[in-house]
């Protein structure tokens, strides 16, 4: 989500003081009314980590995003390209409700539909668009040897772990000090770019951005200012925790570094 170049507070991207005493690259440089994914992050993540590399200096990646990490220190599945054609037919099909479009993954793929929830409109439609277009579904893909960019020696990955009390209360705060540095009227120009797209913003990666959502729906009327921040909170306290569980599991053979133990 630090991508999008329209919405620095709401996915707390690096301050421009931060930026200067540090050197930092793939922060806000696309639309947030462009497409993402792994794929295209990886083709610019790549490059960028080797130039870095070239200059006898470590880069360091970071976030809490840990597919994208898993994707490339251990690779990604040689799915085809797909066609922007049938990705935007069944973009504008969602726009009739995304529960017509899952059905229809159930039915073609259902093991994928098993995979997937009800409501994320990105993996069911990448699913059916992978189905479609290579006649395979993308849990087979899944399991084909990936295609691999750099040695398992290349990386050392450590999780900061903290207790998920204090990251909680942490998360709250966080999200009540946005309001000081000004993301009332960050929403309020996000949404207006969002109304000008010529399909449902809810097709957009970037409008899943935790507390997005629910800040807009403030804007709109739809929520009162402090159901909107307790809904925010509450969807980002659920991302941490899946995050915790995630990477967890994955990190069983990497470092974890307390926080409460390390000298800063």
């Given at each position: 989500m630090q991508i999008y170049r329209e919405i620095p507070i709401i996915t707390n991207q690096p301050t421009e003081t931060e930026k200067n005493e540090i050197p930092?690259?793939?922060?806000g440089f696309t639309s947030i009314l462009e497409h993402s994914d792994v794929a295209k992050?990886?083709?610019?993540?790549?490059?960028?980590?080797?130039?870095?590399?070239?200059?006898?200096?470590?880069?360091?990646?970071?976030?809490?995003?840990?597919?994208?990490?898993k994707s490339i220190t251990e690779g990604v599945s040689?799915?085809?390209?797909?066609?922007?054609?049938?990705?935007n037919r069944y973009i504008e099909e969602s726009k009739n409700g995304l529960e017509t479009l899952y059905n229809k993954l159930k039915l073609s793929d259902p093991k994928s539909a098993e995979k997937i929830k009800p409501g994320d409109s990105q993996r069911t439609i990448r699913a059916l668009s992978v189905l479609e277009h290579t006649g395979v579904s993308i849990q087979e893909w899944n399991k084909k040897p990936n295609k691999t960019f750099y040695s398992s020696e290349d990386f050392k990955i450590f999780f900061l772990n903290k207790n998920r009390g204090e990251i909680y209360i942490?998360?709250?705060?966080?999200?009540?000090?946005?309001?000081?540095?000004?993301?009332?009227?960050?929403?309020?120009?996000a949404n207006k770019i969002f109304s000008s797209y010529n399909r449902s913003p809810l097709t957009l990666p970037s409008y899943k951005a935790h507390g997005l959502r629910e800040i807009i729906?403030?804007?709109?009327?739809?929520?009162p200012k402090e159901d909107a921040i307790?809904?925010?909170?509450?969807?980002?306290?659920?991302?941490?925790?899946?995050?915790?569980?995630?990477?967890?599991?994955?990190?069983?053979?990497?470092?974890?570094?307390?926080?409460?133990?390390?000298?800063?």
């Open positions: 930092h690259h793939l922060f992050w990886l083709n610019l993540a790549i490059p960028k980590t080797n130039e870095i590399k070239a200059k006898g200096k470590n880069p360091i990646l970071i976030g809490g995003t840990g597919l994208y990490l040689e799915i085809p390209e797909i066609p922007e054609e049938i990705k942490k998360i709250n705060l966080r999200f009540e000090k946005m309001f000081d540095n000004g993301l009332l009227e960050e929403a309020k120009k729906s403030y804007l709109n009327g739809e929520l307790d809904k925010a909170q509450q969807a980002t306290r659920n991302y941490a925790k899946r995050q915790f569980t995630w990477w967890r599991n994955w990190v069983k053979n990497n470092k974890t570094l307390d926080f409460e133990e390390i000298n800063l």
